[in-house]
């Protein structure tokens, strides 16, 4: 893990971008960390968008608990009883 000053950010920024896509990079502040810089892929972009997506994640627990009331069951037992009845999937 590296540490720049914002000064450094300021000055070096595209040189810093490309460090951090081999290892974190600490942004400091009169000392004090104040951020992270992390390379990402595109995919890592994607998934980290779906992961702060309030709405989607409120959507995914409201599935969720909606599964659990109605007493679903899991896609694991659901392929097993399917195998069991037909001989195959």
């Known amino acids: 893990m590296k540490f720049a000053n ?7 920024t595209s040189e810093i971008l490309r460090k951090s896509e081999k290892e974190s990079i600490v942004i400091t502040s009169n000392g004090k960390p104040r951020a992270i810089i992390i390379g990402i892929t595109e995919d890592d972009f994607s998934d980290f ?6 709405q989607f994640l409120g ?3 409201e599935a969720w608990m909606e599964y659990l009331k109605k007493g679903g ?5 659901y392929l097993s009883k399917r195998k069991t009845k037909s001989g195959k999937i």
């Open 6 to 12: 914002v000064r450094e950010l300021k000055n070096k």
């Open 59 to 61: 959507s995914l627990d």
């Open 73 to 77: 069951i899991s896609i694991e037992d």
């Open 49 to 54: 968008l779906i992961e702060q997506n309030q």
